[in-house]
């Protein structure tokens, strides 16, 4: 399985986050369909350690970029 350059780790960390943070929504989606972070970044107009950051949960999702990721999970899902 193609896994776009996630690191073992990155797949770890995502694995181990709390699963109804947003980003960690996204990441498991991003993940399970081989969509790479710079794909999501560029989308959403944000950096991809921004990405990064949410999908293992070590930050959420701005208030400005909420709807917009909601919107993504809905399309990708």
Known sequence: ???????????QAINDA??????VQLAKI???LNIPVKDVAEYLKV?????????IGR???SKKHQEQVEKLIKKLA
């Open 47 to 55: 950096s991809r350690p921004t990405v990064y950051s949410w999908f």
């Open 18 to 23: 709390n699963p109804f943070l947003l980003g």
């Open 1 to 11: 399985m193609a896994t776009h350059g996630y690191s073992t780790l990155t797949l």
């Open 30 to 32: 991003c993940v399970r």
């Open 59 to 61: 930050s959420e999702v």
